[in-house]
């Protein structure tokens, strides 16, 4: 156990607990007097963070290979919940994402993009002699489209989403060449004015709050606005904890998933959004360097598509906070209170862990990475292996 926890990747757990505390702090600051006990979200979100970093130091035990052997069943397991929840989950706010099972609520969605991640390195490591075939990133292609269709029937456009940015970076490192990302944008821009037919009337009014936020400032774009005031009448360091009439009058809806971010900014000012950023960064780029260092394709894939969910999900969250992105409901990884994003994050967390903690003992096999240009090795050059 001593030797095991001397492999752990320290950086990425700091980075982890630091942005897990930043979503505890900001939701102590509008928990309702009158509750105690799990009735608090601020204890909910401590509580279900440590049991999701207790998930995570399992995981980081576990040899991440194990997941090859397993990556079939969990995604059609995965499938299959998000094909029920569309049948029989709770119908709420003109949506089916999830189900309630007395006091748990499951979201199919948020568990579905680790298992496709699972699934699509086991595919792209298991033939890459062929990385660069265009058989091989259509099928691929395929695992990705399967559950962001079942879950943009929800309709929930903005997990959607999230899936095309895994699969382009998973694809892009297995070695595909550049026209073949090409390929799903293409035919996205083809397919927009079939979309916009087809797409709920929520979604089509998002899209034109994003270009112009103040066309209905007290409907679709009044978050947006509330947002921007949030943040911006925080300055250098905040009105501090508790203080700021946007968040502590409420003006500011949906802070405790959606707009945590500005409310963050209300509270702690650019210092404190410096400093969250700062924390995504870190557990970012590190999630990138375990992959490089990775000693197969299998664990590279794996730590590139997590890192990939990671990005995008902040960078959508965060964009829309500040307005350079649509409002999509994506929650802010580790700092809002959805408990399923949480503790899928969490467990995605122990299993780069693992991959980092394991990388002894995994067998060694020269693999070419074809990109753009060029080839990068198997082994990483030795600067990067010191970082």
């Known amino acids: 156990m001593i030797i095991r926890l001397a492999r752990i990747e320290w950086p990425t757990v700091i980075s982890t607990v630091a942005l897990v505390a930043f979503g505890v702090l900001m939701l102590s600051t509008t928990a309702d007097p009158n509750t105690t ?12 963070g440590v049991v999701g970093l207790t998930l995570a130091f399992a995981m980081a035990h576990i040899d991440y290979r194990a997941l090859h052997g397993v990556a079939g069943p969990v995604y059609l397991l995965g499938v299959a ?8 989950g709770d119908f709420d706010l003109g949506a089916r994402r ?3 099972i007395g006091p748990i609520v499951v979201q199919p969605s948020e568990f579905m993009k680790l298992a496709a991640v699972i699934a699509l390195a086991k595919y792209l490591a298991d033939r890459s002699d062929a990385p660069r075939s265009l058989r091989t990133v259509v099928v691929s292609l395929g695992i990705m489209v399967v559950p962001a269709g079942l879950i943009f029937l929800g309709p929930d456009l903005g997990t959607a989403l999230i ?9 892009f490192v297995a070695g595909a060449r550049w026209w073949h990302l090409l390929l799903p944008i293409v035919a996205a821009l083809a397919a927009f004015p079939f979309a916009w037919f087809f797409a709920q009337d929520y979604m089509r009014q998002r899209f034109v709050t994003f270009l112009d936020p103040s066309s209905d400032p007290l409907g679709a774009g009044y978050n947006v606005l509330q947002a921007r005031i949030s943040i911006g009448s925080g300055g250098w360091l905040g009105h501090g904890l508790g203080q700021g009439s946007q968040s502590q009058l409420e003006f500011l809806r949906v802070r405790d998933t959606d707009f945590i971010f500005a409310m963050l900014g209300e509270q702690l000012g650019l210092a404190g959004t410096l400093g969250l950023l700062g924390f995504f960064t870190l557990l970012i780029v590190q999630a990138l360097v375990i992959g490089l260092r990775a000693r197969d394709m299998f664990g590279r894939l794996l730590a590139i598509g997590i890192a990939a969910m990671l990005f995008t999900q902040s960078f959508v969250n965060i964009g829309m906070n500040v307005g350079v992105m649509p409002v999509t409901g994506i929650t802010l990884p580790l700092v809002s209170l959805g408990k399923n994003s949480l503790l899928v994050t969490l467990v995605a967390i122990g299993v780069l862990l ?3 903690s394991h990388r002894a ?8 990475m074809h990109v753009v240009r060029g080839s990068l090795p198997s082994t990483p050059p030795r600067g990067l292996s010191d970082l």
């Open 37 to 48: 006990g799990l009735q608090n979200q601020a204890v909910q979100k401590a509580v279900l």
């Open 81 to 88: 919940a998000l094909i029920l929840v569309l049948l029989v």
């Open 98 to 100: 999830w189900f309630e």
């Open 163 to 171: 899936f095309g940015a895994i699969w382009m970076a998973m694809v």
């Open 354 to 356: 693992s991959i980092h």
């Open 361 to 368: 003992a995994a067998p060694f096999r020269q693999q070419s």
